[in-house]
């Protein structure tokens, strides 16, 4: 059982960098989203798409892009890497059904040197 | 501003008491509310979540409360255990699929 998947684990960044986080869910879950988490600020909600073909934004969107590839796929993008984006990346996607829980992948650890 | 508080980022409570963590939300428009729980290096797992239209969910040693006139609600863990160690969020939705959480809530169980 997989449930949601994220790549890479951990990775280096110089700033100005670019790089895509990948995300995949195999519950055939509608929603998918991307969140941050940073001491002392909680999880904190970048992007999110409720379904094939659509985002929006979060709380937190400045400096991101994303891409709801298909049902399956949630990609999130750094095009130009700054510090400030050193955080840990956890994507999600949520049920349709009756709970509207959402199931988080394991984290993305990304440092911006 | 923060729609989801959670005012003490750290509690530490004995093995076997009750440990109750606390969530306060400003947005009368959430109709759904979740916890979760992080281990370190893990992602957050789901908990236990409570609809607007009840004010108690229980599931096993985990109870919700929800207190809507007071927009607070609360968890519950009786009794604690060692391996409840970890951080707790709570979460609030409405209609939408926004789910916002708060800035988490560091539970240590004293052995």
């Known amino acids: 059982n997989a449930g949601v998947t994220q790549t890479p684990k951990f990775q280096v960044l110089k700033t100005g960098q670019s790089m895509t986080l990948q995300c995949a869910q195999d519950?055939?879950?509608?929603?998918m989203y991307w969140y941050r988490q940073d001491p002392g600020m909680g999880l904190r909600l970048i992007y999110y798409s409720a379904s094939e073909g659509t985002t929006d934004k979060g709380e937190v969107p400045n400096g991101y892009n994303v891409s709801r590839l298909n049902k399956r796929e949630f990609s999130l993008r750094l095009e130009s890497a700054a510090p400030s984006q050193t955080s840990v990346y956890f994507c999600a996607s949520r049920s349709s059904g009756s709970g509207n829980t959402i199931y988080f992948g394991e984290g993305s650890w990304l440092t911006v040197v | 501003d923060q729609q989801v508080k959670q005012n003490s980022p750290s509690l530490s409570v004995q093995e076997g008491r009750i440990s109750i963590l606390n969530c306060d939300y400003t947005?009368?428009?959430?109709?759904?509310f979740l916890w979760y729980k992080k281990y370190p290096a893990e992602g957050p797992t789901f908990l236990i979540s409570i609809s607007s239209i009840k004010d108690k969910n229980e599931d096993g040693r985990f109870t919700v409360f929800l207190n809507k006139s007071a927009k607070h609600l609360s968890l519950h863990i009786v009794p604690s255990q060692p391996g409840d160690s970890a951080v707790y969020f709570c979460a609030a939705s409405f209609r939408t699929y926004k789910y916002i959480f708060g800035t988490g809530t560091r539970l240590k169980v004293l052995a």
């Open positions: 947005n009368s428009m959430f109709d759904y």
């Open positions: 519950m055939n879950h509608n929603s």
